[in-house]
Every structure is written in structure tokens, then in C-alpha cells.
């Protein structure tokens, strides 16, 4: 059973738009979220977090909101580059002693130019 | 800056060979963990430890074993290995501050499997 779902395997968008990638879980005990981003053949690099007692968390063109009661996040990434092109995790972890971070399947985003 | 290292980047395995996939990590982390990715599955979570001595099993553990004898060290171990193996492996720490932590990854290892 997946618990943590990334329902759009692949995004396209255009240079300059905002991407927007979705996340959903089904945990209610996840309470920190993170995002992160995959080039081929490297391995995943962290972007950003929320913490579940926040609904929202920027970092520069980077945005993630939290809707704790649909249980669902989304990466928003204004203006998208070409160098955001990449498949983009979202993961989950209790935090409270369990340390077990669960990812999701990815969402692949290209950003045309 | 070395963070997450993992040998071999590239290895090919009969069925039924075991084999060890090293990782370490020099930032004095006290979690560790190792991940698969397969196409259309994401990232599944192997086995992961919170400090020397203690380990404990993820999502997908079957077929392998680790043991965490040092704080850098967490080596990965394919008893017999079978072509369901084939897979990117990842290793992975982070710090333990009551949750919540950023998880650093090694580059991976390509593991196949005939």
C-alpha cells in the first residue's frame, strides 16, 4: 500500500511558467514533508520541507503548501528553467522516533524552452 | 566535501551470488539507510539505522541484510542475489533531531542482476 502517491508520473511546462507537482499520503501520523529533486544517473538532492505545523514554506522560486486535512502537498516552482527538468520526490516521515522517511513514485517535469 | 560514498557505482551479478554494497558517511550522522529505485515504484526504503548496534527493517527488506558496527559505516548485503534485485540503490543519512531532518544521499549504485 503506497502511502505516499505522486499521481502524475510526468509534467511538462514552459520556460517561465509555474510548475506545479502534487503530492498526496495517506498517513495522518506523517508530520514533516520533503521535497526532492533527481538528475539522471546522480543522486536525489534535498529542495525544501515543511513541517506539519505550517500550510506553506518558500525558498526562493520554490514554494510548498501543506493541506493537512485533504492530506495532500504541491510543489510550486515560479518561474520554471530548462535546469529544473528533473524527476521530483516528495517524502514523509513520522518524525516522533521513527526516522522512517517514505517516498513517493516521482513526477518527471520538463521545462521546455 | 565527501558526504554519502558508495562502492561499486556499477555492478553486474549471477543469480545466487551475494555481495556487499559499501556506504559511509563522514558527517557523523547517526541515521542511515538504503534505498531502491525502480522505474514507476520511486524510492523504497530497504533498512535503515538510527545509531551503531541498531538497525531495522523498511518497506522492501526481503533478500537483504545490514549491520551498522560503526557510526560512518552501513554496508548492504545481497544474501543470493536474484534478477528482482536489479536496481539503482541509494544510501542515505541525515542527523537525528527529534525528526524532521534533511536526508543526504549517495550517488547511487547500478545493480544488475542475470
Known amino acids: 500500500d503506497q502511502q505516499v502517491k505522486q499521481n502524475s508520473p510526468s509534467l511538462s511546462v514552459q520556460e517561465g511558467r509555474i510548475s506545479i507537482l502534487n503530492c498526496d499520503y495517506t498517513?495522518?501520523?506523517?508530520?514533516?514533508f520533503l521535497w526532492y529533486k533527481k538528475y539522471p544517473a546522480e543522486g536525489p538532492t534535498f529542495l525544501i520541507s515543511i513541517s506539519s505545523i505550517k500550510d506553506k514554506n518558500e525558498d526562493g522560486r520554490f514554494t510548498v503548501f501543506l493541506n493537512k486535512s485533504a492530506k495532500h502537498l504541491s510543489l510550486h516552482i515560479v518561474p520554471s528553467q530548462p535546469g529544473d527538468s528533473a524527476v521530483y520526490f516528495c517524502a514523509a516521515s513520522e518524525g516522533s522516533g521513527t526516522y522512517k522517511y517514505i517516498f513517493g513514485t516521482g513526477t518527471r517535469l520538463k521545462v521546455l524552452a | 566535501n565527501a558526504g554519502v560514498t558508495q562502492t561499486p557505482k556499477f555492478q553486474v551479478l549471477k543469480t545466487g551470488q551475494s555481495m556487499t554494497l559499501q556506504c559511509a558517511q563522514d558527517?557523523?550522522?547517526?541515521?542511515m539507510s538504503w534505498y531502491r529505485q525502480d522505474p514507476g515504484m520511486g524510492l523504497r526504503l530497504i533498512h535503515y539505522?538510527?545509531?551503531?548496534?541498531?538497525?531495522d527493517q523498511g518497506e522492501v527488506p526481503n533478500g537483504y541484510n545490514v549491520s551498522r558496527s560503526t557510526t560512518e559505516d552501513f554496508p548492504l548485503r545481497l544474501l543470493s542475489a536474484a534478477p528482482s534485485q536489479t536496481s539503482v540503490y541509494f544510501c542515505?543519512?541525515?542527523?537525528?533531531?527529534?525528526?524532521?531532518?534533511?536526508?543526504?544521499f549517495g550517488e547511487g549504485s547500478w545493480l544488475t542482476v542475470v
Open positions: 498517513n495522518s501520523m506523517f508530520d514533516y
Open positions: 542515505a543519512s541525515s542527523q537525528l533531531l527529534g525528526g524532521g531532518n534533511t536526508i543526504y
Open positions: 558527517m557523523n550522522h547517526e541515521y
Open positions: 539505522s538510527v545509531g551503531a548496534g541498531i538497525t
